[in-house]
């Protein structure tokens, strides 16, 4: 059984900085592609970016080349640096992991229990 745990939200203003790390239990680290999306109040949760196995990373386009995800295999977690934080940044976000290829949908079978990002103006 696979579990995640999400750990580095806070709150930040407008053009900060912060990394969210995400911390993998279970077996077969490797094999696992990992995503992170989030959800704003009201809205419905998103696809942020993901990683595959290879390192092969996606993004969407609201917070391409502002937000970086990685993978360290050593250590079985993976991070998502934020950059120029914007308010409509704010939102908590959350891990995803699904055995395979990576799938920009939310097709991923485990999940973590979220972290929450304020981004103040």
């Known amino acids: 059984q696979v579990q995640l745990v999400e750990s580095g939200g806070g709150l930040v203003q407008a053009g900060g900085s912060l990394r969210l790390s995400c911390a993998f239990s279970?077996?077969?680290?490797?094999?696992?592609?990992l995503a992170w999306f989030r959800q704003a109040l009201g809205k419905e949760r998103e696809l942020v970016a993901t990683?595959?196995?290879?390192?092969?990373?996606y993004y969407v386009d609201s917070v391409n080349g502002r937000f970086t995800i990685s993978r360290d295999n050593a250590k079985r977690t993976i991070y998502l640096q934020m950059d120029y934080l914007k308010p409509d940044d704010t939102a908590v976000y959350y891990c995803?992991?699904?055995?395979?290829?990576?799938?920009?949908?939310?097709?991923?079978?485990?999940w973590g229990q979220g972290t929450q990002v304020t981004v103040s103006t």
């Open positions: 279970g077996r077969a680290f490797d094999d696992h592609a």
């Open positions: 990683v595959n196995w290879s390192g092969y990373t």
């Open positions: 995803a992991a699904r055995f395979g290829v990576a799938e920009q949908s939310m097709h991923y079978k485990y």
